[in-house]
């Protein structure tokens, strides 16, 4: 009797413990959860109060590939410039929202190589040479790349991460500003902005980073990079990243820019050829 009576006295006890252990966790979590969403919710607002930092720039986005290079492929078939152009796309509409000018390098699946038979290297530099003198004609504050990362031998790779060149402190002040909200808004990736020599942040003038939204070689977030709700999300990590940056460099232009004749400019010139840099 005695003894069952302690055990009892036990069970009760761990049963107790076992109870107050889960409603502490329970307790936890949801306190976790909900200031995630406060701070997201305050941060967000904070963005919102800084937009006036992107109004009145002008901003090339560059959808990555398209033309004679459609860039990777996914296993659903889907090629990276189609998510390129739709996440920059989505980033066009927010940007311009916020009131600044938003040159797009592309709007369709082309590329600004002459179709002359050369060899593909040669057509490559050839259209990335001009994009960038495509932004740089038209005065250009900075220059963003949209690119898909992929890495066929580790399909569990994943995760959007920004690059800039060696050496280029602009570059790695706004490819950490864009990585920083990637980490905050996307909530699935740890990566941090990377110093790397690739062609176009080698050869922009402007400030330039190359954002890979993520790896199509991981069926997962090949099929969220797909999606319209997620691609707006990456969109609006990247502007948070952008009105953070321009805020961090809060000097007024020093050139009244005539914004509706870069605009018209862009427009006209569109796919036509320029003199590479
Ligand atoms: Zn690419």
């Not at 963003?144 to 580790?154: A, Q």
Request: proline share 3%; glycine share 10%.
């Amino acid at each position: 009797m005695l003894i069952a009576g302690r055990g009892g006295l036990v069970i009760r006890v761990f049963r107790v413990k076992k109870r107050f252990l889960l409603l502490m966790v329970i307790v936890l979590m949801t306190g976790f959860y909900i200031s995630r969403v406060v701070a997201g919710g305050i941060e967000d607002r904070r963005v919102s109060a800084m937009s006036w930092s992107v109004a009145g720039r002008i901003i090339a986005v560059d959808p990555g590939h398209g033309g004679i290079d459609p860039g990777s492929k996914g296993n659903s078939g889907v090629e990276e410039e189609e998510i390129t152009l739709a996440v920059s796309e989505k980033l066009k509409e927010t940007l311009t929202g916020a009131g600044a000018v938003v040159l797009m390098t592309r709007e369709s699946d082309i590329d600004l190589s002459d179709p002359d038979g050369s060899r593909l290297i040669t057509r490559k530099r050839q259209d990335l040479s001009r994009r960038l003198a495509l932004a740089e004609k038209n005065g250009a504050d900075i220059y963003l790349s949209v690119h898909v990362n992929c890495f066929k031998s580790g399909p569990r790779e994943h995760g959007a991460q920004v690059f800039y060149q060696p050496g280029s402190e602009e570059g790695k002040a706004l490819a950490e500003s864009i990585q920083a909200e990637m980490i905050r808004v996307l909530g699935n990736t740890n990566r941090k902005a990377k110093a790397v020599d690739y062609y176009t942040t080698r050869n922009s003038k402007m400030p330039a980073a190359i954002v890979e939204v993520g790896f199509i070689s991981n069926p997962k977030e090949e099929k969220m990079m797909l999606d319209a709700e997620y691609q707006r999300k990456l969109a609006y990590a990247m502007y948070c990243g952008l009105v953070k940056y321009f805020a961090g460099n809060a000097t007024a232009t020093d050139n009244p820019i005539d914004r509706d004749g870069a605009l018209e400019t862009f427009m006209k010139n569109e796919g036509q050829v320029f003199d590479a840099p």
